[in-house]
């Protein structure tokens, strides 16, 4: 049995990701974001966009085999680690390892990049992401008050620290 945390093995071969277009957006709301304006995932999407062109981060999605987007994350590049963010998965295909696909292949982009910690943020009243986080290999770290969609939330941070690639075995 390895003891690389399971976040950072690779990612399942069956689930394919690709960047996020802004073409995405409108199956991202639909599918991941029901709740949410047009506006407020577009704003998400082309951050990530954004990022991915300034070499600061990368937007993943998963499509369906309809090539409908039913997921999504992120990672953004910070000076002390690479926060991942925006992580979900359509309500009809969670439990099937979609997060843990999308999360092992943003941290397989980062750690190409030499990035080695890894940070993601969960709120409080969200225990099964928090459950997946710590099933993948992240520690709680901090907790902060964050203004989020439905107002001030804490959220929880977790932290995974890894070998820097050239030195894995």
């Known amino acids: 049995m390895s003891s690389l945390p399971l976040a950072l093995r690779a990612p399942d071969p069956r689930i394919a990701t690709r960047p996020v277009k802004i073409s995405d957006t409108e199956s991202l709301r639909v599918h991941c974001w029901p709740n949410r304006k047009f506006m407020a995932v577009y704003s998400v999407v082309s951050r990530a966009a954004r990022s991915t062109a300034q070499e600061r981060g990368l937007g993943l999605v998963i499509t369906s085999a309809e090539g409908l987007a ?12 690479a926060e991942i963010s925006d992580l979900v998965v359509s309500e009809s295909h969670r439990g099937q390892g979609l997060g843990t696909t999308l999360i092992q292949a943003l941290l397989q982009h980062a750690l190409q990049r030499g990035i080695t ?24 770290s901090h907790t902060v008050l964050l203004h989020l969609d439905r107002g001030p939330e804490r959220v929880q941070f977790l932290r995974l620290s890894a070998e820097a690639p050239a030195a894995r075995t």
């Open 70 to 81: 039913i997921g999504f994350g992120q990672y953004s590049v910070w000076p002390a680690c």
């Open 117 to 140: 910690t890894f940070e993601i943020g969960v709120a409080l009243d969200n225990p099964r992401a928090a459950a997946l986080y710590r099933r993948l290999g992240f520690a709680d």
